[in-house]
């Protein structure tokens, strides 16, 4: 385990589905990403969380809703998702003021049927 | 100025070989230089980083080369063994006040037995 834990470790669901990934850690970190990975490319940045507060959205389709209610626990929300969203879904953290220690967590395998 | 260029793409390497990946910045600011090693269905782990205040750093069979003037960097994996065989991303950052790492699209490496 890396300290960043990350449910369900995968998904399958179809697409006028509701459902939400959820992503934990308790490393004292402040900043909190949700990155996607599809096969054969480059990890993709989606949202950045610091101090619970949004800093980045990287023109993710509105189908895709995070939440931060605090520094531990992040939340990506699911809905009316497309098939070419299928992918491993990461979470990251950070500690406060660099990115020494930038943990990711195991990820979250969805797949949209 | 925030990209971080990455190859080769795939790289298939005999056991006992040397596995080498090439990156290359262009932001002048960046002074940390992580690379992370992805397994299939895990999130990527930190390998090895290192500073430019020194043009090598070595963990076991894994070096690191930095060239500050030419903006490059590369991992170097000595005696290559079939359990190395991953993906490995570079990445670079600010050290301090960056919100995130910056990461290369990743090398596939498949070192045969």
């Known amino acids: 385990e890396t300290g960043v834990t990350q449910t369900p470790r995968h998904l399958v669901m179809g697409m006028t589905n509701k459902k939400s990934l959820k992503c934990e850690q308790h490393?004292?970190?402040?900043?909190m990403y949700w990155y996607k990975q599809s096969a054969k490319k480059p990890l993709e940045l989606m949202f950045v969380?610091?101090?619970?507060?949004?800093?980045e959205n990287n023109s993710v389709p509105s189908r895709f809703s995070p939440e931060c209610p605090n520094s531990s626990h992040l939340f990506l929300h699911l809905h009316t998702l497309q098939p070419e969203d299928s992918a491993l879904y990461l979470c990251?953290?950070?500690?406060?003021?660099?990115?020494?220690?930038?943990?990711f967590g195991s990820g979250t395998r969805l797949t949209v049927v | 100025q925030q990209q971080v260029k990455q190859s080769p793409q795939s790289l298939i390497v005999q056991k006992g070989g040397i596995s080498i990946i090439n990156c290359a910045y262009e932001?002048?600011?960046?002074?940390?230089f992580p690379w992370y090693q992805q397994f299939p269905g895990k999130g990527p782990a930190l390998l090895i980083a290192?500073?430019?205040?020194?043009s090598e750093k070595k963990e076991g069979r894994f070096t690191i080369s930095f060239n500050k003037s030419a903006k490059q960097f590369s991992l170097h994996i000595m005696d290559s063994q079939p359990g190395d065989s991953a993906t490995y991303f570079c990445?670079?950052?600010?050290?301090?006040?960056?919100?995130?790492?910056?990461f290369g699209s990743g090398t596939q490496l498949t070192v045969l037995p």
């Open positions: 990251a953290s950070r500690p406060p003021g660099g990115v020494y220690g930038y943990t």
């Open positions: 490393l004292g970190h402040n900043a």
């Open positions: 969380y610091n101090f619970k507060e949004q800093t």
């Open positions: 932001n002048t600011a960046f002074d940390y």
């Open positions: 290192i500073r430019p205040d020194v």
């Open positions: 990445a670079a950052s600010k050290v301090i006040a960056a919100r995130q790492l910056t």
